[in-house]
């Protein structure tokens, strides 16, 4: 069991584009999700599943128990979808000794960007970098889970990614 450390976080410019360091295509769905845990599958690159579990309310830090299984059981588990399938590309931006995971939303989410810090530690508001905008840790409507069950439309999606 590990837990983990996990703000969110909007751009504020495309700056981070120029330092990626690895790009993994996703595609996660549910499989359970509730006030205080979930059950995600996720693949990545169509090569690779991983099946979490999370639990607690604290959208700050929980337990979070990841494990690999077949790629060919988790296909065979889309259909069990609670929601929509989330589709994103995440790219890994390395800044002050951390790894920020960017993720850039495709299909009917496209046009949000969110960055996702995981940590052991906190890391203070003057060493995030500069393209770090506004924090949105706690806000159910970035999490995963609500994005894969919310019905989102254009609109929504403006407002989310704080164009509006």
């Known amino acids: 069991m590990a837990i983990e ?20 295509a996703i595609r996660q769905f549910y499989l359970a999700v509730s006030a205080n845990r979930s059950v995600r599958l996720r693949i990545s690159d ?30 065979e588990m889309l259909p069990q979808a609670l929601g929509q399938i989330v589709e994103k590309t995440r790219y890994h931006v390395r800044h002050g000794g951390y790894i920020y995971e960017v993720d850039e939303f495709s299909g009917r989410l496209e046009g949000l960007i969110v960055v ?32 894969a069950l919310s019905e989102i439309t254009p609109v929504t999606i403006e407002a989310l990614s704080g164009a509006a």
Request: overall charge negative; charged content about 30%.
């Open 46 to 75: 169509n090569e690779r599943a991983r099946l979490t579990l999370k639990f607690g309310s604290n959208t700050f830090a929980r337990e979070e128990f990841e494990y690999d299984i077949p790629l060919a059981d988790a296909e």
């Open 116 to 147: 996702e810090l995981e940590t052991a530690d906190a890391v203070a508001a003057d060493q995030l970098p500069a393209w770090i905008g506004r924090e949105v840790t706690g806000d159910q409507r970035y999490s995963n889970a609500m994005l």
């Open 5 to 24: 450390i996990e703000r969110k976080f909007l751009v504020s410019c495309n700056a981070w584009r120029g330092r990626v360091e690895r790009i993994i």
